[in-house]
């Protein structure tokens, strides 16, 4: 069975398939262009943007849970998410941007922006695993089971390492699976990014001073 869906989605509606980002940390652009490294990173206190043109994932789950962490100013903070995970996944054209602001006179902000993917060589990962409170894209979903228990969606990767015991996620919460999910046209946001193994191919990395971003 096969399913569509279009349009854009926040948090009251979760229930659709999100899309993977590279964190926004300079100190770690350079072993990525280098080839595959494992990564486990967020950027505290922000919320970053993210385009491809198409990802192809397969092994996906998706639930529900809260992000905890830090305001720039150093205040606590949660953030309700909607985590996707994939077994495996492969990214066009991605571009990842994070705009922080600096409060230095005639530079109040900074963009860092990443590219990658592009061409006939994508990005790669696996066991992939993104926080995401906004979508927009194009969606299908080859054998989708929607209203699971997230503990017991078998297809995708399980439920991240840890989430249960620090009650960020309901194991008997709202979950769907797929066997594979094909987005084209991807716009989002997300607050976090975990994956066993992020390759990203031709990997360009630039700073701004006027506040760029993907879209």
Known sequence: MESQVRGGTRWKRFAVVMVPSVAATAAIGVALAQGALAASFSVSGQSFKVTADK?????????????SGYTLEGKDTAHPVAVSAFKTATINNLCQSVVTPVGLPGLPKVSLILKAGGGDKPV???????????????????????????????????????????????????????????????????WATTAG??????????????????Y
């Open 124 to 190: 790669k990962a696996d066991n992939l695993y993104i926080d995401v409170a906004d979508l927009q894209a194009d969606a299908t979903f080859k054998n989708i089971d929607i209203g699971v228990a997230a503990k017991d969606a078998g297809k995708g990767p399980g439920i991240k390492a840890g989430e249960v015991e620090q009650k960020k996620t309901n194991p008997y919460g709202f979950a769907q699976q797929a066997d594979s999910a094909t987005l084209t046209g991807v716009k989002q946001t997300a």
């Open 197 to 214: 193994t992020f390759k990203l191919s031709g990997l360009k990395m630039s700073l701004s001073t006027d506040a760029k971003e993907c």
């Open 55 to 67: 990802l192809v994932g397969k092994g996906f789950v998706q639930y529900g849970a809260m992000d």
